[in-house]
């Protein structure tokens, strides 16, 4: 289904800049965006600071919690929860699924909490949907989002007038099941997909089965689906997250793990107790030592380090937004994988649906720069194999890593990761790489199915392979018949 509240400005992978539009509350707000998560009962940094210091233009609260309160109901219901909260931007509403999850009933329904979520004065509202944790068995899976999808349908049924409203994204680990929960929340007339269930994930360091959870519901919905990934709060992963196609992220992390004496890096969490130096530039950083910190009073201390944990936050969504704009995201989702092994699992999970984000990959882009193994899994490798059954080499023709020869009518570059390509297209992206006089093994074996894929594509055609020493695992790679020369003994 065609929507108009979503557009995309800037791609990189799966990866975009976007704007969505969000008409009950009248702003914009660009894409990839943290959502900061507000609790009206413990407010760690005021909202209207958030909008004032740090940039946020959308925040997430629970409505169930306001639902349930004494303290905040009627207030909310009054004076609705911009006045409330204090805040000028976009609120997303919760439902209570988070709830639910967590202690296993909720005392309300679907069309009492959108009700609710619009009466109060919500921007983006959420059914009750069931958010079915990793790891199930196939049959709690199937059935439980049979009734998410039964609650979607019928939350397209409820008059919200324009507040937006999110259609979750269930399936436990089955991303098959993600698929056909992203198929089939594409085909309601609902507007935000947060994909659901993944804190599990996270908590766990399970990055690379949040990747393929995160594909599969992306193979569902359509390119112009703004997709939030539900709880994902630590910055570390918001780069692996954008490259997969994730557009929203909300983040209780900055509050939370203040409160537990925590500081969070791109690179992982410190705790407050282990650091002499601050390795950051925010403005409390900048302006105290950890010792000076730890010597503050508990709120005092938990609010420095909760501001702290939002700048360095909304610092890496900048980051990311930078790098889709040059088209440098793999480079940075490369250089964050290497903080965590964990991490590096989701970025070879990445490579693992590279085919899938070569399709809205931009053909061309500033710089290719190869910087391991996983960088042959990139999706501009994939098109340039791809793409070798365009071209058709005919007679003798040489594959070579040095100089043409004018006994072959052809002569052709080989470049790891890439493989064979006409000397005509030496000067175009991605061919124009950046790569190590050390390569790996990886970057080889990649070439070597590059010429494998031509040799299979031209049978007719004699080729001869020249290679600056490649290993037995690459050589293994290429079709026996085609010749080879090993230039580094010559």
Known sequence: MERDNFEI??????????????PRAGVTVETPA?????????QTVEPSRLESEFGADILITNSYILYKSEDFRDEALEVGLHELLDFDGAIMTDSGSFQLAE?????VTTEEILQFQHDIGSDIGTPVDIPTPPDVDREQAEEELATTQERLEFAETVDVGDMLVNAPVQGSTYPDLREEAGRHAEDTSLDVFPVGAVVPLMNEYRYGDMVDVVAGAKRGLGADAPVHLFGAGHPMMFALAVAMG???FDSAAYALYARDGRYLTVRGTEQLDDLDYFPCSC????????AEIRDEGERERERLLAEH?????FEEIRTIKQAIRTGNLFELVENRARAHPAMLDGYRALGDHAAQLERTDPASKGAFFYLSGESAARPEVVRHHQRLSRLNPEGKVLLTEGNPSSRYDESWNVVPPFGPFPRALSETYPLTAEIPDRMDAAGYESAARGVARLVDENPETDFTLAHEGWSESALALVPDAVRTVDLTTV
């Open 283 to 290: 403005p409390v950083c900048a302006n105290h030592t950890p």
């Open 309 to 313: 944990n939002l700048h360095v936050t």
């Open 34 to 42: 943290l959502l900061p998560v507000v609790n009206p009962h413990m």
């Open 103 to 107: 202690y296993g009933e909720i005392t």
């Open 9 to 22: 400005r800037d791609q990189d992978g799966a990866g975009r800049i976007g704007e969505l539009t969000v």
């Open 246 to 248: 994730c557009d929203l």
